[in-house]
């Protein structure tokens, strides 16, 4: 099976810009996860999506919102960029509701200029 | 609010050394405790998990114990190997109406020859 997959791998955007990350389950997975790490606050959780719906959230500002489609596959969008959105961006899917070994996505490394 | 404190924030040890990392959680509800392996420039990697169900795990040179009244699970390496050099993170999750995982800081391990 296929891993998670993360697009882009790298993205430079300069603040006041919106950006779009998208994420690919591993085949099967219905829940994705999504973390910002930076070295200074470590891996933070966003949110998680399951079967479209977001069932949790982290403590971030309305600015960092996400969804998932029908294929579970998932996208995260952040507007109006800060410098202190510099990260790297995971997600994560998991196979159901009740299954709670996540698998990590390589990341998406964004730069705010 | 939820938290995980994770100790020490970086350990150094002789190869064949044990390395012992230990982490807190606040928040009660927290029902399965995974541990990830984080490479140089590549994607956290679970190495080991505990449920709340289960005292202590093992696989191989690692294990992990669970003390839920107090708060407390650890994380043992025995017979170190300079390819255990990299940073580990504990985390705390629960499945409560969806899934949220809280990690800790992690802690930067190097193993010397």
């Given at each position: 099976k296929a891993g998670v997959t993360q697009t882009p791998r790298y993205l430079i955007k300069t603040r006041g810009q919106q950006v779009t990350l998208s994420c690919s389950p591993i085949s099967g997975h219905r829940s994705v996860s999504w973390y910002q790490q930076t070295p200074g606050q470590g891996l933070q959780f966003l949110f998680e999506y399951f079967s479209e719906t977001q069932r949790n959230k982290g403590n971030f500002p309305g600015r960092f919102s996400g969804r998932q489609f029908s294929n579970s596959r998932s996208e995260m969008n952040v507007s109006t960029l800060e410098l202190g959105?510099?990260?790297?961006?995971?997600?994560?899917?998991?196979?159901?509701?009740?299954?709670?070994?996540?698998?990590?996505?390589?990341?998406?490394?964004?730069?705010v200029l | 609010g939820e938290n995980v404190e994770q100790h020490p924030s970086t350990l150094s040890v002789q190869e064949g050394d044990s390395a012992v990392i230990k982490c807190t959680y606040s928040d009660s509800a927290s029902n399965y405790f995974p541990w990830y392996k984080q490479e140089l420039g590549k994607r956290p990697q679970l190495i080991i998990d505990i449920r709340s169900n289960v005292g202590e795990k093992k696989d191989q040179r690692i294990a992990v114990t669970l003390n839920k009244t107090a708060k407390h699970f650890s994380l043992h390496i025995t017979e170190t190997q300079p390819e255990d050099s990299a940073v580990y993170f504990c985390a705390a999750s629960y499945s409560a109406g969806g899934f949220k995982t809280i990690f800790g800081a992690g802690t930067r391990l190097f193993v010397k020859a």
């Open positions: 959105d510099s990260a790297l961006y995971l997600c994560a899917s998991r196979f159901d509701r009740v299954q709670e070994t996540q698998y990590f996505g390589p990341g998406t490394r964004l730069l | -």
